[in-house]
């Protein structure tokens, strides 16, 4: 027999596996469903058991929100730049593209300031014109962001340019995407931008 408030410990506080409590307890995976169900405790979707596999200690975030009329301008314009610029449909992830340097910094700013994400996480995606450099563009977004290359996609998308020059004019240096994969941190945004909304 597992005691329901061992259950508990171990399944809901302490978010361990059904494997996992079986190995503790010395008893089948089958014995740990049953007694899950005989408790009434709810099992985790499939969903949930990927995320809590890829994140054993925990959300690698928190929120911290504004406090200052500083943190408040910062809030709005990171907010409003996800709002217009980030990729909403993405079920898995935060991200957002643009040609411009600033606004992909603001953008990290944000993140890193308002849900205390670390640097070292964000993966960047580059893509370019085929008139385009692929190592000058890479160079110039590795300057501007001070991040390294390791967080860059290995492969730099290449577009054939229509009319040869004309995108250069505007963006020498191709569109890069900022990402940061999780799904908690995704529905936050959207919950937060919901909230804006709603007035």
Known sequence: MIRKRQLVQLYVKKQKSMQ?????????????????????????????????????HGDPFYFDPPKTRKDFRLF???????????????????????????????????????????????????QIFSDMSSQKALAFWLKSLKVSKRQFHPKVIVTRSGSIG??????????????????KLRNLLNDHLAAVAQG
């Open 20 to 56: 996992e409590i079986a190995h503790a307890c010395r008893c089948s995976l089958h014995t740990v469903h049953y007694w899950m169900q005989r408790h009434n405790i709810e099992r985790r979707s499939i969903s949930e058991s990927i995320y809590l596999k890829h994140n054993p």
């Open 76 to 126: 709005g314009m990171g907010l409003g730049l996800y709002w217009g610029e980030g990729t909403k449909s993405s079920r898995n992830e935060v991200r957002l593209g643009n040609t411009d340097a600033y606004l992909i910094r603001i953008f990290m700013k944000f993140l890193t300031r308002f849900y205390r994400i670390n640097r070292n996480d964000f993966r960047f995606g580059l």
């Open 166 to 183: 004309t995108y250069r004019k505007k963006s020498p240096y191709g569109v890069v995407t900022v990402h940061y994969h999780n799904t």
